[in-house]
């Protein structure tokens, strides 16, 4: 509870200091997300966050540097990403070495 109070006071003060200097924070679900890695109190942590009138959404998985990474940091979607992109490109090969 103590770390979820603590993250509404932060969210308010940013949100407070973005209108302050009158800066929009880029909100686009493709653009800015929420990860919380492996919380105890992962059941307590909200699905939205508000910062002024924006929405910011909680996901289980984000694409960072080309590094797929989940919540637990265990890495299976990047796995089954680089996967799929070898065997399409295996495919691909494949096909055109008349094999």
Known sequence: QECLL???MVTTNL????SY???VINCDPDKTEVICFNSSEQANVP???????????LTHHTKVLGIIIDNKLKYKEHSKYIYNKLMYKWTCMSR???R
């Open 21 to 23: 200097w009158r800066m």
């Open 96 to 98: 055109y070495s008349n």
């Open 47 to 57: 699905n939205l966050f508000n910062i002024g009138r924006r929405t910011i959404k």
């Open 6 to 8: 603590l993250l509404d």
């Open 15 to 18: 949100s407070i200091w973005t």
